[in-house]
């Protein structure tokens, strides 16, 4: 998909923004728990480290630690609200443009959120951000959903959780309807949850719980992704003169990638 | 918000900003809240610190309790010092309040502690 750019910010204004906005008390509800390798990554932090969460969410990596100092951000300002009222310090921007000073942080880290910007471009421009704020021999831990949600005959917790998929669900096939973003004149396919990829970016819904029914809230969101093919994620990092990538891997249907900020 | 997230605060991403740093404060409602003594994590987090920016940030509201702008040498064996900047850095909370961008004026609104700093899409380069 190709968008300029003025497309690619309304897209993921309305289909990536506003549904975070209005999802957040029952996103954050269903996200409690750490991924053990991101935890693993920020155990690296020594003391009077400054560790940054792009795209932060409820704050689940942060620990209560006072050998660190553990800052997120978030597009969010709901997600955000969460954060401070677990008393972690937070604010609000677009991980397009960090308003941090360059060569500060000591780690960072940014799950699930790069898969939410709607161009390549934009993508770049996101790890250059994180990559700009990292201190010289700081390090970034990325995740952002595969394409690929089956790999050497495993099959990814997102497909594992299905209750349609028995363990031969590598070709199940991905049910296509098509939906159209009217405000920019795209049509983007929606896909059939806890089944395969066949699209690089597609809408997936996400329904509010019934609780919130009476409340007229039982609205099913569409949030737009751009899921990442092999070596996608990878290769976008070596644009960067001054990043180096340390590490690149599968991990739960995701591909990972550490980088550092090299001298130049 | 902490002086210490305030620190590392900039404006740069506006359209036609060179600096963007630092952030003026206007603080209306502080509060201070206790936290443990770490001395470990203030001793290594000093060097890190605009120094300058973190004194006139705590003058600015309203909070210096008698530390020189000139950080001082031997400041790692000083305990009563380092608590000093324990207490700055990390126990003062801005709950509401503004940053502003020192080259436009651009206000960044701070509500129940967290600073918002997301541009319109008509701000950025
Ligand atoms: C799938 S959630 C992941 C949250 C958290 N990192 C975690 O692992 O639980 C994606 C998060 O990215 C945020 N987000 C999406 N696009 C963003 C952007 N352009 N700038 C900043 N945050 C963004 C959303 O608000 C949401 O909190």
Redesign the interface.
Known sequence: MSLNE?NA?ELEFQHVHDVYENIASHFSETRQKPWPNVVKFLSKS?????VLDVGCGNAKYFTNT????Q?GCD?S?QL??IC?NRNH??????C??????SN?VDLCISIAVLHHLATSDRRLKALREINRVLAVGGQALVYVWAKEQCRNHNLSTYLKQSKINKPKAESTPELTKEFCVESIDVNLPIHTNRSNFIHNDLLVPWKLNQKKKQENESKTHLRYYHVFEEFELKLLCEQIYDCKVIDYYYDQGNWCVIFEKIAI | ??L??HN??????LKGVKVG?PLRIVAKDVKINE??F?K??V???IP?LDWQVFINAAVQIGHNNDLSDELIDDYENNDEFLKKVHHLLVEIEIINGELICPETDRVFPIS????????N?NE?P
């Open positions: 003025k910010s020594k003391p009077g480290a400054i006072s050998d660190i100092f800052l597009r300002t955000a609200q401070k310090q937070v604010f609000n921007c677009d397009l443009q960090l308003p941090i000073r500060c | 918000m902490k210490l997230t590392l605060l900039s404006s740069k991403s740093y936290s443990k770490n470990e994590f001793k290594k987090i890190k129940d502690g967290i600073p918002n700093l997301l541009l899409v950025v």
